[in-house]
DNA sequence: GAATCGTCTCAAACCGCTTTGGATAACGCA
DNA sequence: TGCGTTATCCAAAGCGGTTTGAGACGATTC
């Protein structure tokens, strides 16, 4: 059932049939009302593709996600950020398309999504220092959304963003004032924004109290267990060990407190632990009580967030680009406690 | 640039140009390279959304993702089989797009990916017993590849899954050998067909060896952290705790984990770890040397091969419903040991 | 030299919708 | 009565490709 075929057998023109579903002034009210009914008695749905040719809108959103020879993005964190975004892309009829690509052909990947015409605009995951993809996407005219921000990009442009820096400096500071004095920190990759802002606020923190940094006590690797665990067990095997740790996920945490437990210690007695906490729906931090003390942001509702922010760009081009950075929480649970007696 | 544009540069009628660039025999080969040439040199990519209006597909792939009344669909495991799937298409000039809407509007989305062309197929997700989707997309005519099998389902369909009873089976026999007893089972929802398939093949393996199953030792629940940890926790604290324990995932085990290592117990010494490793790439189970002793099978290549077969059957609707058991292998890891003496 | 046959190219129809630019009829008002 | 408005509706021209059916041309065959 298309278009023409309910125009006649309504007795009307396309034209009318068109504008009367599409809700335009120019159409009898109770001509509308028999074209509604005889569209929902019909079971029409107009064709997408033909739609998207003839407004030459894609109504679709892209999401460009390179693998791995450098990075795996594919992650829970990630996973949660997409779910979010899609859900806001279903409320407004909109697609969300995922391209898989080698990373070798991201560039290649967006400027086809432009000039193929496939989506309106993409957000742009894990931004580096130095973005190359923001001054490429400028370059071709897509619309795009940062989830996060790029250090080093002196144009403005379109991003959303937890304020990284000041997590980790309240967590740092949180241990601090609980009297440590020896806190390890193990962060995510450090090419990445968000890990470079979370050191950042960490140095800043223990900087404050005039306390000097050691390298020793500072890891950067992949947010997985395993390198968790590593990154943690070398810190707990140095001559003095930490006494607190904050780990970049609960990821990572899962592989700290494997370490720490495998030495035989009590999280929250003998070692202090925080996390960052994205609040994944399939890795919630407890249930009522959280299991670790945490600074907490939801990347799903980032998603959704992120997702508003590029259809709202996308329909208003010319406003000048949109910028928004969240506030994570510091929740308290039961993984930190005041420094041990020696 | 559009083809009209190329083929009035070339001096060319549109017609020529379009099957130079698709590789029609009924062009000259020195006209196709000059076409070829001029289309490189002028950056010309067709537009996508008029091939697929004048072609009448799609040239995607579907994947609906409900969200969570009852189960939360965007996991850890759903990623990565996105991820490999994703690929595939990639590689076959298929778009991914990717629908998250409330459970109660599933039936309506698969409906309207249809009549509204935006995709030429899709993959059910996470099939339950008697899932309703089979015999839905069965009437629409939407082609589709299940992930896993639907149990009463009567009718022939396609599908990929991974022999979950088998490698349950063996799994308990490996504990079994080793003289354990008293085995837990931390499950999956019993309403997700895999998770009914892995009771299966525990329970066949207690029985073969005489063993009566103990309902507190089967537990079924969200393959989450948090889930993991309870469900261990309560058969550990049993009046006879159960010497070793089967876990659903990766990440139920690191619930496991914690609720074994909080009881001070030794992983692989008092009690003994077996889990189903979906290899996830941000879950590795361990690096060389396993972690745990799993039954491993790759979901993101699940997710490959499962995305090849749905092209296949766009592209060959005739062809019979193709259906495909991968073997998960029993990797020995440190994890599991003899059954301690009391 | 005419008929036949490939080879190469093109004009035009088509995919299913939106949208521009009228056309028609009813209406209001001087 | 005459004429500008207003309210409705429609024909036709896109959108940017693919595909059908046919024409032009040179080579081959009889």
């Known amino acids: 059932m298309n278009l023409k075929e309910l125009a006649t057998k309504l007795g009307l023109s396309p034209t009318t049939v068109s504008r009367a579903l599409n809700g335009y002034p120019e159409v009898n009210e109770t001509t509308r009302e028999r074209v509604m009914a005889a569209a929902k008695r019909h079971n029409y749905h107009p064709n997408t593709r033909a739609i998207r040719l003839a407004t030459g809108r894609a109504m679709a959103v892209g999401h460009v996600i390179p693998i791995a020879t450098r990075h795996e993005i594919v992650n829970p964190v990630f996973a949660d950020f997409i779910a979010g975004a899609g859900e806001t892309y279903s409320r407004n009829d909109y697609d969300m398309v995922l391209s898989v690509v080698p990373d070798e052909d991201e560039e290649s990947t967006y400027r086809g999504l432009k000039s193929k015409g496939n989506v309106d605009g993409v957000i742009v995951h894990a931004p580096r220092m130095n973005d190359p993809r923001i001054p490429l996407l400028r370059e071709?005219?897509?619309?795009?959304?940062?989830?996060?921000r790029?250090?080093?990009?002196?144009?403005?442009?379109?991003?959303?963003?937890?304020?990284?820096?000041?997590?980790?400096?309240r967590a740092t500071e949180f241990l601090l004032d609980l009297g440590h004095t020896r806190i390890g920190l193990v962060n995510g990759l450090e090419f990445m924004d968000f890990a470079i802002r979370r050191r950042t606020g960490y140095l800043d923190a223990l900087?404050?109290?005039?306390?000097?940094?050691?390298?020793?006590?500072?890891?950067?690797?992949?947010?997985?267990?395993?390198a968790g665990y590593r990154a943690a067990r070398a810190m707990l095997s140095l001559p003095i060990p930490p006494t607190g740790i904050l780990a970049a996920s609960m990821i990572s945490a899962m592989g700290v407190r494997r370490a720490v437990e495998g030495l035989g210690l009590v999280i929250g007695r003998d070692i202090s632990i925080i996390i960052h906490d994205d609040d994944l729906s399939y890795m919630k931090n407890g249930e009522d009580v959280p299991i670790f003390t945490a600074t907490r942001s939801s990347v799903r509702e980032a998603g959704r967030l992120a997702a508003e922010m590029l259809l709202d760009v996308i329909a208003n081009p010319g406003n000048g680009p949109q910028q928004r950075l969240l506030e994570a929480e510091l929740i308290i649970g039961q993984s930190t406690g005041p420094v041990p007696k020696a």
Chains 1, 2 share one sequence.
Not at 140 to 148: A, C, D, K, M, S
Not at 151 to 166: F, H, I, K, Q, S
Not at 209 to 226: N, Q
């Open 140 to 148: 071709i005219g897509l619309p795009f959304v940062v989830h996060g």
């Open 150 to 169: 790029a250090t080093g990009t002196a144009e403005p442009y379109c991003w959303l963003d937890v304020n990284n820096r000041r997590a980790f400096q």
């Open 207 to 226: 900087s404050g109290r005039g306390i000097v940094p050691d390298p020793a006590l500072m890891s950067s690797d992949e947010m997985t267990e395993v």
